[in-house]
């Protein structure tokens, strides 16, 4: 795993007609991923006045539900200690 500070969540399913949901950086360089059935999810952060992480969730014909947007400005990062 690649040094730098990270994020680690968990998505939640509150419409019953979610089928999909994905995640994506923006301003990363991954693009929208499909979350797998656990919904766990964990970003690297490297510009954090300058990215957010966007959640996006679709019925089963693959139309647009919901989208959340989390904001990562103003995060204070920290280095782990060994």
């Known amino acids: 795993m690649a040094s730098g500070n990270y994020v680690a969540l ?3 399913i ?3 007609e979610t089928v ?8 990363g360089n991954k693009g929208e991923l499909e979350l ?4 766990n999810v964990v970003v690297r ?7 957010s992480i966007v959640f996006r ?13 989390i904001s990562l400005w103003g995060l204070t990062l920290e280095s782990a200690t060994e």
């Open 10 to 12: 968990k998505a939640t």
């Open 14 to 16: 509150d419409n019953e």
């Open 20 to 27: 999909k949901v994905t995640v994506e950086l923006t301003n």
């Open 36 to 39: 797998d059935s656990d919904l």
């Open 45 to 51: 952060i490297a510009d954090k006045n300058n990215q």
């Open 57 to 69: 969730a679709y019925d089963e014909d693959d139309e647009l539900l919901e989208t959340k947007v």
